[in-house]
């Protein structure tokens, strides 16, 4: 009877079959590799406008509760704003007092935060809050104006890993029997006390600069201006939005 005979596999054979599978299993492995951080750089850009709109819309919305008279301070520069507003106290829409809103870029912590005040605290506090004023009798005489009718004080962060935070007015000029939209850079003194605007432009462009994720942030608030715009390129997005506040200044 005729033995079956195996042919066996040489050291050689099994060395190749052990690279080539070596090789298959490291290509797989970028293949894979590639796909999750696809996915995760999908995500957390997706993430980030998501925040952003969310931002955004929340900036827009407490704005637009802005209230101005001639006796209770507004200042609007280039990276913060902060105004009075108008809001329902005690979730009771009968009944109405002023807060102050202030929205600026927390350098620290990379957050655009919302300040609220409303606390009846020492004048020194709502001026370490709500700085831009002439000297200490202008603070005074504000703070007078406003602090009867204050609550308590606190902040909002509204969004993470933020690198920049910008304010553009446009203000309404009466210009003979028509009214012009000017940008800020082309208006006149009168809506303005040294850097800061003191009267309320008809519309304002908010500009939010951000990173997609913290590890990005935390290399970008180390690094020199090269590296910041190195990584902002890679991993970062910029969102503006207009709005619209009609006249405000009494005017």
Do not use: C
């Amino acid at each position: 009877m005729r033995k079956l005979q195996y042919k066996k596999f040489t050291l050689v054979e099994l060395l190749a079959a052990m690279a080539v599978f070596s090789i298959l299993l490291l290509v797989s492995m970028r293949l894979f590799s590639g796909a999750q951080q696809l996915w995760v750089r999908s995500e957390q850009k997706t993430n980030a406008f998501a925040d952003a709109r969310t931002a955004m819309e929340f900036v827009a919305v407490r704005m637009q509760t802005l209230v101005y008279y001639e006796n209770v301070p507004f200042s609007m520069k280039d990276n913060e704003i902060w105004f009075a507003t108008s809001m329902p106290m005690d979730n009771r829409d009968d009944e109405y007092y002023l807060r102050f809103l202030k929205f600026e870029r927390d350098a620290n912590a990379g957050t655009l935060v919302m300040r609220i005040y409303a606390g009846k605290e020492e004048s020194r506090k709502f001026i370490a809050h709500f700085p831009p004023f002439k000297n200490q009798d202008a603070a005074i005489t504000a703070w007078d104006a406003v602090s009867s009718k204050l609550g308590s004080s606190e902040t909002v962060e509204l969004i993470d890993n933020v690198t920049d935070f910008k304010i553009h007015g446009f203000f309404a000029v009466k210009n003979g029997n028509n009214w012009e939209l000017k940008p800020q850079e082309s208006v006149s003194s009168a809506f303005k006390d040294g850097s800061s605007f003191i009267t309320p432009p008809y519309m304002i462009e908010v500009e939010i600069s951000l990173l997609d994720n913290k590890e990005a942030y935390l290399r970008w608030k180390d690094g020199d201006d090269d590296k910041k715009k190195e990584i902002f390129s890679e991993y970062g997005y910029t969102f503006r939005r207009a709005i619209l506040l009609g006249h405000r200044s009494g005017e």
